[in-house]
């Protein structure tokens, strides 16, 4: 059987593939299908080849998905990369992944002129353009039959950059060239979240990174519905659930807790029982936040971790996650291997380095030594990340190693203590970071976005440190708490921790 959005369009070419959030805008299998047929045309008449590469820098704007599937039945690399980023920072994935193309809106104009200054030599293509740029003129020049020499691409997504400059997850084009074979996500997809062609599926998050993208289409494999989010807004992610009477959706946790913290009148006035399964991962999720989530929409949570590299994937649902609250689950693709310092494996219940052994391989893109670094003795791959497993397999996690704070010799992890934080109720955000201290190394530092910043404060500070006192260790105790109006935080939940450790390096060295 193939699985891909062209099959649905002969089968059902006005059935909705996509249905954007805010304004309602609907795109049908029949539409997208003969977009990415004119795309895949515009790629070859641009030189762009099989096994090349492409940059799409978009937001989350419905020809999105047209440009994917136009690079992934032209057997084309496509990169996606956040609108967000400046223009050296966009010149930098675009030059260091090879690529040929550059396709983005010309409502981000500045941002692409100054790409086109720094890497001159980049032809681009713009949603709106003029002239040579034009992307729609040059798609509707182009026939809607499939390119003759059709073969299934793949994407190659660069880490956010959240500890350094960002690097390429590169994976071989797929072994058969078939567009419509399936994969190991949709296997997953299908299996253990019972997605399937009826899936009304709720997209919050930005499309340019790795589990937005994915899903989304591996839901059009599946011949489902994504309703898609311009951008997240708790409330208005109620009314979508209610209005399209979504059965799946995911998130991240920095979701759940602004949903969380809208009054309760809000949180009741929508009609959710239609949803059946709230998939969620990217971040470690507070205890109480999950529980929370779980008394609010039942036990239709289904956790997984995983990583853009796909060397590993684990999974936990409600029910398992009440008998052991704070996992991640049990392998699904690989096996779970904990080790030390020397790369060796563990006893169960010893905390390590999180390695998987045999699932797909990849390599950090012109980083060999990122590739080295994240890859031990007996050829197991790490994220970076620290747990440990139970008697029964069942992952853990503790924080990324590269956020561990040495304080007088002592190992912290930030994870425990915003996991504390965040559920104060006047606390909407909070990141913990080891800045320098000249008698233990490192201090611990809370940096706090207040729910209403004009409480920001000594007193605050001090109410702060109290609730915390009876639940931490005194060596884990933040010694310093600031007060932010915003973390720089991705739309996607992931937080830059990097930016305040360095800013706090820069103070400490001033």
Same mark, same amino acid.
């Given at each position: 059987m193939l699985y891909h959005p062209s099959v649905h369009a002969r089968q059902?070419?006005?059935k909705p593939a996509l249905i954007m959030g805010s304004s309602g805008e609907v795109v049908t299998y029949g539409a997208l299908d003969a977009a990415s047929n004119r795309f895949a045309h515009v790629l070859r008449a641009r030189g762009v080849q099989i096994g090349d590469t492409i940059a799409l820098c978009f937001d989350n704007n419905p020809v999105f998905f047209a440009l994917c599937w136009g690079a992934q039945r032209a057997g084309v690399v496509y990169v996606a990369i956040s609108s967000r980023l400046t223009a050296p920072e966009v010149a930098y994935i675009a030059k260091d992944s090879g690529a040929q193309l550059l396709v983005s809106n010309q409502a981000f104009a500045a941002l692409l002129d100054g790409v086109a200054t720094a890497e001159p030599w980049l032809p681009q293509l713009r949603l709106d353009g003029a002239g040579d740029h034009d992307l729609i003129a040059a798609m509707a020049a182009m026939p809607v039959e499939p390119v003759a020499d059709e073969r299934a691409g793949v994407d190659m997504l660069y880490s956010s950059g959240t500890t350094g400059k960002p690097k390429g997850v590169r994976v071989p084009l797929p072994e &058969? !060239?078939?567009?419509?074979?399936?994969n190991g996500l949709m296997d997953i997809a299908r299996g253990a979240f019972g997605f399937s062609q009826g899936s009304v599926y709720l997209s919050p998050a930005p499309l340019y990174h790795a589990a937005p993208l994915r899903w989304c289409m591996t839901v059009h494999r599946l011949g489902g519905t994504v309703v898609c989010m311009e951008k997240f &807004? !708790?409330?208005?992610?109620?009314q979508l659930i209610e209005r399209h009477r979504v059965t799946d959706s995911q998130w991240v946790p920095t979701h759940f807790v602004r949903m969380l913290k809208l009054d309760e009148a809000a949180r009741q006035r929508y009609d959710l029982s239609s949803l059946r399964c709230a998939v969620h991962a990217a971040a470690p999720c507070p205890v109480p936040v999950k529980r929370a989530m779980i008394e609010w929409w039942g036990p239709i949570l289904r956790e997984y971790y995983a990583g853009t590299e796909g060397n590993g994937f684990t999974y936990i649902s409600s029910e398992e996650w009440l008998q052991r609250p704070g996992s991640v689950g049990r392998a699904l693709l690989?096996?779970?291997?904990?080790?030390?310092?020397?790369?060796?494996?563990?006893?169960?219940?010893?905390?390590?380095?999180?390695?998987?052994?045999?699932?797909?391989?990849?390599?950090?893109?012109?980083?060999p030594d990122k590739t080295r670094d994240a890859t031990n003795k007996h050829g197991w791959t790490s994220l970076g990340d620290v747990g440990w497993q139970d008697d029964d397999g069942y992952l853990f996690l503790t924080d990324r190693k590269s956020f561990m704070i040495i304080s007088g010799g002592v190992n912290i992890y930030p994870q425990e203590i915003e996991n504390l934080l965040v559920t104060h109720p006047k606390v909407a955000d909070v990141a913990v970071i080891g800045a320098p201290d000249a008698d233990m190394g490192e201090r611990v530092v809370a940096v706090v976005q207040p729910a209403d910043f004009s409480t920001a404060g000594p007193a605050l500070a001090e109410e702060l440190a109290q609730w915390l006192a009876p639940q931490l260790s005194r060596v884990k105790m933040p010694r310093q708490i600031d007060f932010?109006?915003?973390?720089?935080?991705?739309?996607?939940?992931?937080?830059f921790k990097r930016l305040l450790r360095d800013e706090y390096k820069t103070d400490a060295t001033a």
């Open positions: 059902n070419p006005d &058969d !060239p078939a567009i419509g074979a399936g &807004d !708790p409330e208005l992610a109620l690989g096996v779970i291997r904990i080790c030390d310092e020397a790369g060796d494996e563990v006893p169960r219940g010893t905390e390590g380095q999180v390695f998987f052994e045999g699932a797909s391989t990849f390599s950090y893109h012109n980083d932010r109006a915003d973390l720089p935080r991705e739309p996607t939940g992931k937080l």
